[in-house]
């Protein structure tokens, strides 16, 4: 079995360039459509671009295919994760398990699944959230304590064990911190000896059941938020701007005052401050516990800003920022359709037309001289270069034929019809293939072809007499084998089911002379002479 389409789909997505392995995976499938390995390397690129969806089909196509084959497996697991089907994933890792029981990365999977299933089903536990540590670490009241060995090790116990947070409520370092996490004071909350204290003004999470009481400046700095909301959508961007700094310069811990200001300089088409303001916004949303929703807008808000700048990594990098504190399907996309924008400007780079020409040069080279391994790694290179040009693929049909790779050959002539239906010379190796494979219907069909494009075509006239001869059938042939025939070629049936057809077969039938008057119609005549090889039609006898 021939590797090459599966090496460089390796290769591709080793450097992360999915589209490419994808596209590689599929000229191999397109030669050894059974390949399991290839179904289970795909699905890991389709996972990898965030398309569960097809990665889990692909699954299913590699264990359908060879159910011993463990990978599988943890391929359907992953996808199934990823499309938050935790139940099913985990049955996936199981099912691996009962075929290879030690292989490691179906236990991770198992892990991973109960440890996720766990976390959903402790009403979501807080310590297990995204961003954890670096919200507890801007927490001034916190970061004495995260430089502590034996609280951090309380915290991973905490994220990985949510039930043990009775265990250690009684430490008030875990106190604090969840104080911390929720945007409640905890400890003042659980006195009973004095009444509750005047709730600090926050930015408060939307989870939380307290809402605190606004102070006379935040109520006021409302005011000026919606009067800039109104401008906004009127395009009064300049007023907009007056108002939203209106409302941070009478209160500047609401992140969403200065993530409004980033929104009108994306509008304005002023990245650069958009940028700067999300930044900020950040910084005062971490310091007074903003919900995670509102921190992953801002750097979604960053991400779209350099989009827009056209810097599209440093915009992969700021939406997958976002999703770690907030998975949201509009961000996934974006982030999704962004890295394929990614991929086709590094594919396009690669095209080069000039190193296309060099290199099919190469393999012509090399094929004259009969090193024929050595003329398919040239035009493999040529085809990766200007995937576009037919020529390409009817050389390295050429090259595989010499190879003995028949059904890979008549694939490549396939390709060059389809990006040009009008060359000849891969109609004539796609019907020498044909006849390699002792297929003479393929071949007539594609000799056919070649004498519609050009009638006087010798090749093609010689090729269809020759295999004519082959396809004629035998007196000596039953019913059934001409049953079969007629079974397997869709031309023929079409033919036999046209009520034109059936009635000239009928007069042929009554009088064997009106055989000679039909044939001076060319459409009939093509049309007889596929009858005549497959022996529905005997003359003479």
Known sequence: MDDTWKVKGNAALQQNNYELAIK???????????????????SAAHAKKTDYDNALKDANKCIELNATFSKGYSRKGAALMGLGRLEEALKAYESGLKVDPENPQLKQGVESCKEELDRKSSFANPFSQPGVMERLKSDPKMRPHMNDPSFLKILDDLRKNPKSLT??????????????LLGIDLASAS??????PEPEPRNKPKSSSIVPELSAQEKEALEFKEKGNSAYK????????????????LYDKNMSFITNIAAVYFEMGDFDKCIESCEKAIEVGRANRADYKSVGKALSRIAAAYAKQDRLEDAVVYYHKSLTEHRDREVTSKVAAIEKEIKRRKDF??????????????????????DYPSAMRHYNEAILRNPGDPKLYSNRAACLTKLGEFRRSLADCETSIKLDPTFVKAYLRAANSHIALKDTAGALASYNEVLRIDPTNEEALVGKRNASRLNLPSSSDTPEEVERRVANDPEVQAILSDPAMRLILSQMEKDPKALG??????????????????GIIRLGG
């Open 24 to 42: 590689c995976y599929s000229e191999g499938l397109k030669i050894t459509p059974e390949n399991h390995i290839l179904f289970s390397n795909r």
């Open 167 to 180: 265990t250690h409520l009684r430490d008030e370092r875990v106190l604090a911190a969840l104080s911390s």
């Open 191 to 196: 006195a009973s000896d004095s009444p509750p």
């Open 234 to 249: 009127e395009k009064q961007f300049d007023s907009a701007l007056e108002f939203y700094n209106k409302a941070v310069d």
């Open 349 to 370: 780079a690669y095209h080069d037309v000039d190193k296309a020409e060099e290199a099919k040069a190469l393999g012509n080279a090399s094929f004259q001289q009969g």
């Open 517 to 534: 008057e039909h044939l001076q119609n060319p459409e009939i005549a093509n049309k007889i002479q596929k009858l005549m090889e497959v």
